[in-house]
């Protein structure tokens, strides 16, 4: 799979909006492990119909937390990331579909690390804006969510075309 601006807009967002959370590292360890067991499912050839659609949602319903800031429980919060991190997994998965063992190994534990690094470097960034200038980012927070949230629109639409 190529670099789809939908995958990676949503663990940005993901990690922006856990900045919020007390806790919120949790939920992205928990959007990690559903990136893991989806990408399990797909390699052990149990589809996921509709899983773009499910993609673009999610990341038009990240746009929409981290928009209005909501305040979501962290158990359910990280259901739900592992949830879309399933749909997220199952879809990255499609490009290593039939490897070899060690090739599978490393694309897992690098896509997985990556995942890390730009989700907790999102969460930190938000931690400091939050600490330094809380106004600034009760500003940012629904531009940066209708950015999110129309990128998922896009490609929502586009997981429908013919």
Request: hydrophobic share 60%.
């Amino acid at each position: 799979m190529l670099f789809r601006s939908d995958h990676a807009t949503f663990i940005v967002a993901a990690g922006f909006f856990l900045g919020l959370v007390d806790g919120g590292m949790w939920g992205v360890l928990a959007l990690i492990g559903g990136s893991l067991a989806g990408a399990a499912l797909h390699l052990a050839g149990i589809d996921m119909p509709g899983g773009e659609a499910g993609v673009a949602l999610s990341v038009i319903l990240i746009g929409a937390l981290v928009a209005t800031r909501s305040r979501i429980a962290l158990p359910w919060l990280a259901g739900g990331l592992a949830l879309a991190g399933m749909l997220h997994g199952h879809a990255y998965a499609e490009s290593i579909f039939g490897a070899e063992p060690a090739p599978l190994g490393a694309y897992l534990i690098g896509f997985s690390l990556i995942q890390l690094g730009v989700a907790t470097a999102a969460f930190v960034l938000h931690r400091r804006l939050i600490a330094a200038r809380e106004a600034w980012a009760r500003r940012i927070a629904p531009v940066l969510g209708a950015a999110v949230g129309a990128i998922g629109v896009v490609f929502l639409i586009d997981s429908f075309a013919i």
